[in-house]
Every structure is written in structure tokens, then in C-alpha cells.
């Protein structure tokens, strides 16, 4: 048995590679092309270095994520079909998820995980494939977990062998712009990032090299971004505005329902039809009085949360539970049994549960072993994206960039625990 389990430990890419595969024939996928923003956006950037860089992109979130598909979409552009543009992003997206997997693993061989640890992550990962389910959507996610997996990978390198060369500040950095890049709600993680590089026993030289590189780096990827959009500032502003009031109506009355909320079929939501009524609501007194519209919008969820704390206490807890939970859309939306629809539905979570509370202690024991700078930089992803939905829109899917995070943590919690039992059975034996 432990040969099989050795045997398979070592071979996590490639177990990846199967999974991507069996996932093909599967029929739960998300929408191929999501809300259509990163589609249309890359088709329109390669239409734009094309016209010799005249024209405008559209870049709703990232600018990032536009060139992450950039290579894929070039290669079948001549031919500008959505089946050949669809296929040729999600083949690369599961490229990509199979190199997030091998710096995952990469992670573990920097602290010595033993074989049986590799196989639990290789089990958790199999028996939930949300990676990637993922990887099937022209999506920012599979792009995010790949980062993500990155960032976690050099951070440990960095931190487990004490390498705070500037070279790889500089590598680090140029990681937590990407990041940004595809996850622009991520911005507040790389400030606090920012302030642990600057607070932390690191050269000054590399300090100053890592701020550095992120700062310009960041500003040139934001003033492209601004260059070539066709979305203005208040397009933004209105995004802002519309999500902080949805969070108020998300499992306000309807508490338990966790599917994406909208209002276009028989699964519509009440929540989001009533966060609907409430826009029109705010916005005609905004027009009818001049008001400014983020301000006013702003005032009322602020005096909405203050009248409500009650309310607002169980919204936010549920929202924990729920932005760690996953629902597959299309199967609940299916015609298939209640057995089959919430039968998978707990045993995925079930499994995603369990990745959460491993999760948990490992942030404890990575802090009663005194691993802070470790540990920092993956609470604080791991932190801002849970907040962020409390204060935001709460979507599962805006939890995945941190899997990695979760995996990692999930996997050194693991190890402690086979550990201990090996040194309490060496203990006996003795």
C-alpha cells in the first residue's frame, strides 16, 4: 500500500492531465465564455495591436487576464470562431492548471512533506476537481490559480531557505502585479504585502527592489489599462456602487439560497430583485436631486448596516459559509433528481470542508511554531478575499484565487498530524 501511495505522490501533473481529460465528457461546466468580458476584451486586443495599437479594448476587471488569453485566442484568431476560440482557451487553461499543480507540489518538496500528504492533496483534489471545473470557462479564476500557486511557491522558497535576494524580490513582485492584474479586488492584499516586505528582517536593497518593481510595474499595467479601455472611470464607480448595495440584499430574505443570484428564470432571486427595485429607488432620488451617486449609495448601505446588526450579523455569517461552499449551477438548475442535485453537492462540500478547517489549523500551528513572515502573506490573501465578500458580492468563485493558499495550508496541517502519530508509534515501539 504505501509503494501505491508513493508511486502516486509522485505523479500529481499527471493525474492533472487525467482529470482535465475525464472532465472534457463531463456535462457540468461553467458557461464557456462567463459574462463574455474577457472574450470580447481579448478578441478586441489582438484586433488592437493589429490596427497597429489604435482602437479600444474592453477591460471590465483585468487587464491583465486579456493577455493571459492573448496566446491561445492569437492562434485560431485567423479563423474567428467562438467553438476554435473557446477550445483553444480552455486547452490553455488546463496547461496553466497543470502548472499551478506542479508548483504546488514543488511547495511541498521545499518543506519535506512526506508521500502520504502528497496523496491526500492528490484524493482532495481528484474528488472535488474545482481547479479544474474552472479551467472549462474562459474565466480570470484558472489564470488567478496559477498566480496564486506561484506566489505561494516563491514565497515559501524565499522564506524556508532565507534567499532574500533581490533577484527574487524582483520575481515576487512582478508575480503580485500579475496577480492584481487579473484580480484588481485583490489591490488591498499587495499594499499589505507591501508593508510586510517593508517591516520584515529583509536587505534593504531587496526591499527596495521588490516596492519597486511593483509600483512601476503596477502603474504601467494601470495606465495601459487606461490607454487603451473603452470603459471611463464612472463606469467603475457604477460597478462600485451597484455590488456594496447588492451585499445587502444577498441572503436577506432568502438565506439559504446560495445559487448566483439574478432574476432571469424560474430559479430568479427575490434578494436580487428587491436589490433591483432598491437601485431604481436609489437612483431616481439621486437624478431627481443632483446627488452624487457613490456617496449616496455609500450613505444608505452604511445606514442600512448601522439600523440592521442583527441582520447584518447573519448575513455576514452565512456569507462565510457560503463564499466556502460551492454550488454547480447547471446541475442544480438541471432536471435530474433532488438525490443526485444534493447528493454530490454534499460530498464535494464535504471534501471542501474539510480543505477549509485543515485549513484553519494549519494557520494555527504554522503560528504556534512561530512561522509568521511564512504565514503572513497567506492569511492575508486568504483574509482580504473573505472580506471582500462580506463587503461585496459574495460569489464562490471570487474565494477561488486563494485555493492554493488553501491547499498549502490544508497539506502542512496534514503532515503535523502524520508526524505526531509516527513519533508517538516510534515512542511505543521503544
Known amino acids: 500500500m504505501n509503494k501505491i501511495i508513493k508511486r502516486i505522490s509522485n505523479y500529481p501533473v499527471l493525474i492533472t492531465v487525467i482529470s482535465c481529460t475525464v472532465f472534457f465528457f463531463l456535462p457540468f461546466k461553467p458557461k464557456p465564455f462567463g459574462d463574455g468580458e474577457y472574450h470580447e476584451g481579448t478578441i478586441d486586443l489582438i484586433e488592437f495591436i493589429l490596427n497597429n495599437f489604435n482602437g479600444n479594448v474592453r477591460v471590465d476587471k483585468g487587464l491583465f487576464t486579456l493577455f493571459y488569453y492573448l496566446l491561445p485566442y492569437s492562434l485560431v484568431y485567423y479563423f474567428k470562431s467562438s467553438a476554435l476560440f473557446y477550445l483553444a482557451g480552455a486547452i490553455f ?209 452604511l445606514t442600512d448596516i448601522v439600523e440592521n446588526p442583527a441582520l447584518t450579523l447573519r448575513q455576514y455569517s452565512l456569507k462565510f459559509f457560503q463564499a466556502q461552499s460551492f454550488v454547480i449551477t447547471p446541475l442544480m438548475k438541471s432536471q435530474k433528481s433532488p438525490i443526485i442535485k444534493f447528493g454530490i453537492h454534499i460530498f464535494i462540500n464535504s471534501i471542501n470542508l474539510t480543505l477549509v478547517l485543515s485549513s484553519i489549523l494549519g494557520i494555527y500551528l504554522l503560528y504556534k511554531s512561530n512561522q509568521l513572515v511564512l504565514l503572513l502573506p497567506l492569511l492575508f490573501l486568504w483574509g482580504w478575499s473573505i472580506l471582500y465578500i462580506l463587503i461585496f458580492h459574495s460569489e464562490q468563485r471570487y474565494m477561488f484565487p486563494s485555493r492554493p493558499v488553501l491547499i498549502f495550508l490544508s497539506a502542512f496541517t496534514f503532515d503535523a498530524i502524520l508526524r505526531r502519530v509516527k513519533s508517538r508509534q516510534k515512542i511505543k515501539f521503544e
Not at 474562459?138 to 515559501?156: D, G, S, T
Not at 445587502?248 to 432568502?254: G, Q, T, V, W
Open 93 to 301: 487553461n488546463c496547461l496553466a492548471t497543470c502548472i499551478a499543480v506542479k508548483y504546488i507540489f514543488k511547495t511541498f518538496d521545499i518543506i519535506g512533506f512526506a508521500a502520504k500528504t502528497k496523496f491526500f492533496i492528490i484524493a482532495l483534489l481528484s474528488l472535488f476537481p474545482i481547479h479544474i471545473y474552472y479551467s472549462y470557462g474562459i474565466l480570470a479564476e484558472p489564470a488567478a490559480f496559477l498566480i496564486v500557486a506561484l506566489l505561494v511557491y516563491f514565497w515559501v522558497k524565499i522564506v524556508y531557505y532565507k534567499t532574500f535576494s533581490s533577484k527574487n524580490l524582483f520575481i515576487l513582485a512582478l508575480i503580485t502585479v500579475a496577480l492584481i492584474g487579473v484580480r484588481p479586488n485583490l489591490l488591498p492584499f499587495a499594499i499589505l504585502f507591501i508593508f510586510l516586505i517593508a517591516f520584515v528582517g529583509i536587505n534593504l536593497k531587496s526591499k527596495i527592489m521588490y516596492i519597486a518593481t511593483l509600483l512601476c510595474c503596477a502603474f504601467l499595467l494601470f495606465s495601459a489599462e487606461k490607454a487603451i479601455s473603452n470603459t471611463d472611470g464612472e463606469f467603475k464607480k457604477k460597478i462600485f456602487r451597484q455590488q456594496i448595495l447588492w451585499s445587502r440584499f444577498e441572503l436577506r430574505d432568502e438565506p439559504f439560497n446560495w445559487l448566483p443570484q439574478h432574476g432571469q428564470d424560474e430559479f430568479a432571486s427575490d434578494d436580487y430583485l428587491n436589490n433591483l427595485k432598491k437601485r431604481a429607488e436609489l437612483d431616481s432620488i439621486i437624478e431627481t436631486y443632483n446627488f452624487d451617486p457613490t456617496s449616496y449609495y455609500l450613505n444608505y448601505v
